[in-house]
């Protein structure tokens, strides 16, 4: 992690319509930690959206008084509303967005992290520079007798630069898809880890993984998603560690982020992380983000809710607050990872959900295709039994789709296979 | 849970007038799937405008019987907050937030689509 970015001033507009969200402020406060920045004040205003600053010019006035270096919104801003306060204050301005952005910049670790968050950082600015573009043209004509013309061609640049990278990242993302393929044609299960940022998803995949990876009480620590392989209770898993999600996230960090997001939708089982310790209210909003996010990316794996932080309260509470989001929360489970609480029935659980393995009858010629093909069965299933005889008879336990590929062979026309 | 997935397509003009289509489907649901339909239903009508009186006037008209909440995208009821959309239509209503109450209205979306399209394919005076 990189030192000590600057000195910000956070700003908050509330529609005077809706509920109050003071986990807003916490919220927006944890961000700018984790992005590096020394935060001087926190202001908030309820009111309808100024369409020049977004907030109230007194405010931004206000925030002004403390002397930050940078003006950070938790609201959305326009091209137009940055190229006004930032016109008008002098002083650099960036909303909720471009702070996950600059998040995700400073710990992009693998080439495609790097990729999808500066197509993130291209797709966010692509906007902003066209109508930059457009009010420095409103402004005056360039030339002699204005009959010049000023260089667009950072707008062009930036599109030039988008497609690359979304091509780049497709390849990225058919090899992910072939991996995935692979490995379940292999015999493992997918089992991914999604959840809200900071819910404790890599505290979980350390203790189920007996692994070491970073995890950190604050935002985004994970960007890239790391595998291990599990034996549970002689299931062959692979549980993946993902990126967390965040509230209100844009469309186009969840397109950048397609191919890492991949992982939740093509896996088997997806393990909804939530932080149980969270009041109820902010509970709920999380776990609404959570489903959200899921929607958008098209996930139809089944879904195991994961209560995490368990220990921080106490039995009844636990019960209490399950009890609140129980419309949200499928075959949920109380765990506490720090501590190794809940992981057995977690464990059972995962098991459950797991598409069944099957048992099936396979009749191979004894010569060395046959033989050849046994030992691929060795690979991905379990042999329960084996009868070498006139032709090999074995009875195999395992996933159907890995039990063809390992029989897979152009001539053959799989006839022989009988489920038991 | 019961609940009632409501989508109203047809909310644009055709030479003047909105002809649309409310579909409401009556379904049990998990936090992540539609377990069970129990009910659907269709009902047209051709307005003037597409005003909050006549969605509202389609809507109850489409989920009057079904048991449960109503669940629709706060787009139906023009970015409403909850509360007041739910004392404008009398019954408690909720937009969407499980996978399986959005679920429910994809499928009420593909019914009132395709409804909708089979009944200016056909024809039929709505």
């Known amino acids: 992690m990189k030192g000590e970015m600057g000195t910000v001033v956070l700003l908050i507009r509330e529609n005077p319509r809706d509920d109050p969200h003071p986990e807003k402020n916490e919220e927006l406060k944890g961000l700018a930690k984790a992005a590096g920045y020394k935060v001087k004040g926190l202001i908030s205003q309820r009111r309808g959206r100024d369409g020049k600053f977004q907030l109230g010019r007194g405010k931004i006035e206000e925030a002004m008084a403390f002397g930050p270096e940078k003006l950070v919104f938790y609201n959305p801003l326009s091209p137009g509303q940055v190229y006004n306060i930032s016109k008008e204050f002098d002083i650099p301005v960036i909303d909720r967005f471009n702070l996950i952005l600059e998040i995700f910049a400073s710990r992009a670790s693998s080439k495609e992290a790097h990729l999808q968050v500066e197509l993130a950082q291209l797709s966010y600015r692509a906007p902003f520079v066209k109508v930059m573009e457009s009010l420095q043209k409103l402004s005056e004509r360039p030339g002699y007798g204005g009959s010049g013309s000023y260089d667009i061609s950072m707008y062009r640049d930036i599109k030039a630069r988008i497609a690359k990278i979304k091509s780049e990242l497709k390849g990225v993302e058919d090899r992910g898809e072939r991996r995935r393929q692979r490995r379940k044609d292999l015999g493992f299960d997918l089992v991914a880890l999604a959840g809200y940022t900071n819910a404790g998803k890599s505290t979980l995949f350390n203790t189920l993984a007996k692994e070491g990876v970073s995890s950190k009480d604050q935002p985004f620590t994970t960007l890239s998603p790391t595998t291990r392989a599990l034996d549970v209770k002689g299931r062959r898993l692979l549980l993946t560690d993902t990126v967390g999600f965040i509230s209100d996230l844009p469309l186009f960090l969840i397109k950048a982020f397609r191919s890492t997001l991949a992982e939740i939708v093509e896996a088997d089982l997806v393990l909804l992380v939530s932080d149980l310790s969270d009041p109820a209210p902010i509970l709920r909003e999380k776990l609404v983000a959570c489903h959200e996010v899921l929607w958008d990316c098209g996930n139809y794996a089944p879904i195991v809710t994961v209560f995490n932080k368990a220990d921080r309260l106490s039995e009844e509470e636990i019960s209490t607050r399950i009890e609140t989001v129980l419309d949200l929360a499928p075959s949920p489970v109380t765990i506490s990872a720090k501590n190794d609480q809940g992981l057995g029935d977690l464990i059972d659980l995962v098991l459950e959900k797991l598409p069944p393995l099957e048992t099936f009858e396979i009749r191979l010629s004894t010569s060395e295709d046959g033989m050849g093909r046994l030992s691929r069965i060795y690979e991905v299933a379990e042999v329960l039994e084996v009868d070498y005889g006139e032709e090999i008879v074995a009875l195999v336990k395992g996933r159907p789709d890995s039990i063809f590929w390992a029989l897979k062979h152009p001539d053959s026309n799989l006839s022989f296979l009988e489920g038991v | ?126």
């Open chain 2, 1 to 126: 849970m019961d609940v009632v997935a409501v989508d109203i397509s047809g909310r644009h003009s055709v030479d003047g007038a909105y002809i649309m289509v409310c579909a409401s489907v009556s379904v049990r649901i998990s936090p992540e799937k539609i377990e069970k339909t129990c009910g659907v239903r269709l009902v047209p009508k051709t307005a003037p405008s597409p005003d909050l009186d006549v969605v509202v006037d389609l809507i109850n008209s489409a989920t009057k019987g079904f048991p449960g909440v109503v669940v629709a995208e706060k787009g139906d009821f023009y970015n409403m907050e909850r509360w007041r959309a739910e004392s404008i239509l009398g019954r408690e209503m909720k937009y969407p937030e499980s996978l399986g109450e959005r679920r429910a209205i994809e499928l009420a979306h593909h019914i009132s689509f395709a409804g909708r399209n089979m009944l200016l394919d056909l024809e039929m005076p709505l």
